[in-house]
């Protein structure tokens, strides 16, 4: 029986494939120049090839290769908790029991995470630096019967998406050989008998197969499927391409179980840029150019061309150590010397100059500048604090995409598949008042972190006016919500939520109802402040903090 429905669905794909060609050629060049490993979208990889041969510096691969590995040294050390899962409202985050249960929720999620057989951790490196070469990456996320995910990172040769009227993806087709041998196995009883004794004959031929990850109305035609999969609203497909269309598998999935990162995207096409790559790339071709020319300069002056008089050199050149040239006795050297070397290649020092400032330039562009503070002396913590500022300011367009079309989706999708399998308990385990609500992702990125901080820091430099204040008039000190003041430090430095009281369960002083500070508790609060602030001054130790995504040890 036709399938017109996946015929037409398959149609599509191949349509996708074919007008994406262009983009391919730009990515392999891009893959030429900075990703040789990824350089594979129009020629084939053929095992043992070597990488790049082609490529006379590798200062480009370089640049790629440190702003591909800082994209997880910054942005998701393993050493600490650099995600939570929240809801985004404030007032439903700061309740005692609302934030233990999301805690508790951040310490399940990163569990699996972690988990070496999910391989979250090795398809997360992967799309790094597809993202930073291509600007776009292409990971997908399935729950396993055993009860853990698997998240793999596919080439983007193999990938096409389209979105919808929104912008969203919600349109995916991944290409993929796979051998009869291992279609057999994960599908014995999917194929027609015909079809099935043909693959057993060649069961090592590896064939053409689809996935394809699509809304399912776009496949459901008739109004009954559409309403049993109303709860379902995605629909995956395996699809055997060669011997004909036929389907493999078919599950429903409340949600794309592919995440599309983007990095720099255009309104008018479902492709996004690397704005590095793409900036760098003119930078990059013609320092392949000058290395090569340089190389050949370098090699004419040290080992120049020789120029012989055809009827005096009698038994040829022997240019090897030792080597003795005859000349014929009747050459009359008046007539010039019956072997000169040519003086080539004198100046190659120019050259290296510029050659020089076109790794400047690509440094710039690859923001290896911006990922870390330039190390100084002994500073101040206002000091300290303003340079954190200052990087916020500059790092603030290189990693906000990051987090928003990047690691959030990617934790999205596990969260939704971890919450469908019961990973977090029973749904009446959760508090009221986050029934219902959706999930967002707190990142303690460096940017986070240095907010954070900002209320350590201003909670110190108020304890210290309002003690001063009080010392001339007591009644300053009602003026500062000291309760709301010093959780909100506490929760700035990234503590537990289990540390603070529920403040509806607490029975507060008369005096701490009112908002006021105790003036013993200023007096003996100050020499710690202080202390904090001098603890603060190594810039070097504030720098590592930054780094690495965690406190300065």
Same mark, same amino acid.
Not at 287 to 293: P, S
């Given at each position: 029986?036709?399938?017109?429905?996946?015929?037409?669905?398959?149609?599509?794909?191949?349509?996708?494939?074919?007008?994406?060609?262009?983009?391919?050629?730009?990515?392999?060049?891009?893959?030429?120049?900075?990703?040789?490993?990824?350089? +594979?979208?129009?020629?084939?990889?053929?095992?043992?090839?070597? +990488?790049?041969?082609?490529?006379?510096?590798?200062?480009?691969?370089?640049?790629?290769?440190?702003?591909?590995?800082?994209?997880?040294?910054?942005?998701?050390?393993?050493?600490?908790?650099?995600?939570?899962?929240?809801?985004?409202?404030?007032?439903?985050?700061?309740?005692?029991?609302?934030?233990?249960?999301?805690?508790?929720?951040?310490?399940?999620?990163?569990?699996?995470?972690?988990?070496?057989?999910?391989?979250?951790?090795?398809?997360?490196?992967?799309?790094?630096?597809?993202?930073?070469?291509?600007?776009?990456?292409?990971?997908?996320?399935?729950?396993?019967?055993?009860?853990?995910?698997?998240?793999?990172?596919?080439?983007?040769?193999?990938?096409?998406?389209?979105?919808?009227?929104?912008?969203?993806?919600?349109?995916?087709?991944?290409?993929?050989?796979?051998?009869?041998?291992?279609?057999?196995?994960?599908?014995?009883?999917?194929?027609?008998?015909?079809?099935?004794?043909?693959?057993?004959?060649?069961?090592?031929?590896?064939?053409?197969?689809?996935?394809?990850?699509?809304?399912?109305?776009?496949?459901?035609?008739?109004?009954?499927?559409?309403?049993?999969?109303?709860?379902?609203?995605?629909?995956?497909?395996?699809?055997?391409?060669?011997?004909?269309?036929?389907?493999?598998?078919?599950?429903?999935?409340?949600?794309?179980?592919?995440?599309?990162?983007?990095?720099?995207?255009?309104?008018?096409?479902?492709?996004?840029?690397?704005?590095?790559?793409?900036?760098?790339?003119?930078?990059?071709?013609?320092?392949?150019?000058?290395?090569?020319?340089?190389?050949?300069?370098?090699?004419?002056?040290?080992?120049?061309?020789?120029?012989?008089?055809?009827?005096?050199?009698?038994?040829?050149?022997?240019?090897?150590?030792?080597?003795?040239?005859?000349?014929?006795?009747?050459?009359?050297?008046?007539?010039?010397?019956?072997?000169?070397?040519?003086?080539?290649?004198?100046?190659?020092?120019?050259?290296?100059?510029?050659?020089?400032?076109?790794?400047?330039?690509?440094?710039?562009?690859?923001?290896?500048?911006?990922?870390?503070?330039?190390?100084?002396?002994?500073?101040?913590? +206002?000091?300290?604090?303003?340079?954190?500022?200052?990087?916020?300011?500059?790092?603030?367009?290189?990693?906000?995409?990051?987090?928003?079309?990047?690691?959030?989706?990617?934790?999205?999708?596990?969260?939704?598949?971890?919450?469908?399998?019961?990973?977090?308990?029973?749904?009446?385990?959760?508090?009221?008042?986050?029934?219902?609500?959706?999930?967002?992702?707190?990142?303690?990125?460096?940017?986070?972190?240095?907010?954070?901080?900002?209320?350590?820091?201003?909670?110190?430099?108020?304890?210290?006016?309002?003690?001063?204040?009080?010392?001339?008039?007591?009644?300053?000190?009602?003026?500062?919500?000291?309760?709301?003041?010093?959780?909100?430090?506490?929760?700035?430095?990234?503590?537990?939520?289990?540390?603070?009281?529920?403040?509806?369960?607490?029975?507060?002083?008369?005096?701490?109802?009112?908002?006021?500070?105790?003036?013993?508790?200023?007096?003996?609060?100050?020499?710690?402040?202080?202390?904090?602030?001098?603890?603060?001054?190594?810039?070097?130790?504030?720098?590592?903090?930054?780094?690495?995504?965690?406190?300065?040890?």
């Amino acid at each position: 029986m036709t399938n017109t429905a996946l015929e037409r669905l398959v149609k599509i794909g191949d349509a996708l494939f074919t007008k994406r060609a262009q983009v391919d050629s730009l990515w392999q060049e891009l893959a030429d120049h900075f990703f040789p490993e990824r350089a +594979y979208f129009t020629r084939t990889y053929v095992e043992g090839d070597d +990488y790049a041969s082609w490529l006379f510096d590798s200062t480009p691969v370089m640049f790629r290769r440190d702003l591909g590995n800082n994209l997880s040294s910054i942005l998701r050390p393993p050493s600490s908790i650099w995600f939570k899962v929240r809801t985004g409202v404030q007032s439903v985050d700061e309740k005692t029991a609302n934030r233990q249960w999301l805690d508790s929720a951040t310490s399940i999620l990163r569990r699996h995470y972690y988990m070496p057989i999910s391989g979250t951790v090795k398809a997360m490196k992967e799309c790094d630096h597809d993202f930073v070469t291509f600007g776009n990456g292409a990971i997908s996320c399935m729950a396993k019967p055993e009860g853990y995910l698997s998240t793999r990172n596919h080439h983007l040769r193999d990938v096409v998406w389209m979105e919808n009227d929104d912008g969203t993806i919600d349109h995916v087709q991944r290409r993929r050989k796979i051998t009869g041998r291992n279609i057999l196995k994960k599908w014995p009883n999917a194929l027609p008998g015909d079809v099935k004794a043909a693959i057993e004959q060649d069961p090592t031929s590896e064939l053409k197969c689809r996935h394809i990850c699509v809304p399912a109305e776009e496949y459901y035609d008739d109004m009954n499927s559409k309403r049993a999969k109303k709860r379902q609203p995605f629909i995956s497909i395996w699809v055997l391409v060669d011997k004909g269309c036929h389907v493999l598998e078919e599950t429903p999935l409340q949600q794309n179980c592919y995440v599309i990162p983007r990095w720099h995207t255009m309104s008018d096409s479902q492709y996004a840029v690397s704005p590095a790559a793409v900036v760098a790339l003119p930078d990059a071709r013609m320092l392949q150019d000058m290395k090569r020319t340089l190389i050949e300069a370098a090699e004419k002056s040290v080992d120049p061309p020789v120029v012989a008089t055809e009827d005096a050199v009698q038994g040829g050149v022997n240019l090897y150590a030792g080597g003795i040239t005859w000349i014929d006795a009747d050459y009359d050297e008046r007539f010039g010397a019956g072997l000169r070397a040519l003086e080539l290649g004198k100046n190659p020092a120019l050259g290296i100059d510029i050659i020089q400032d076109i790794r400047a330039t690509l440094a710039d562009g690859w923001f290896i500048n911006k990922l870390n503070l330039p190390a100084s002396g002994d500073m101040t913590a +206002y000091e300290a604090q303003q340079r954190v500022k200052e990087y916020v300011r500059a790092a603030m367009p290189i990693f906000e995409p990051f987090g928003s079309s990047y690691s959030s989706p990617v934790l999205d999708l596990q969260f939704s598949l971890l919450m469908k399998m019961g990973v977090f308990g029973a749904p009446n385990e959760i508090p009221e008042d986050l029934q219902g609500r959706e999930i967002e992702f707190q990142f303690d990125t460096p940017l986070q972190e240095a907010e954070g901080r900002s209320k350590v820091i201003a909670f110190g430099e108020v304890t210290q006016i309002v003690g001063t204040a009080a010392q001339i008039d007591p009644a300053a000190a009602k003026n500062v919500d000291a309760v709301k003041a010093m959780r909100d430090a506490v929760e700035g430095t990234g503590a537990p939520a289990d540390w603070l009281i529920d403040a509806d369960s607490l029975e507060e002083a008369d005096d701490t109802q009112n908002g006021g500070i105790d003036l013993e508790g200023a007096a003996q609060v100050l020499p710690l402040v202080k202390e904090g602030g001098a603890a603060a001054k190594n810039v070097a130790e504030a720098v590592k903090a930054i780094a690495g995504g965690g406190n300065a040890q």
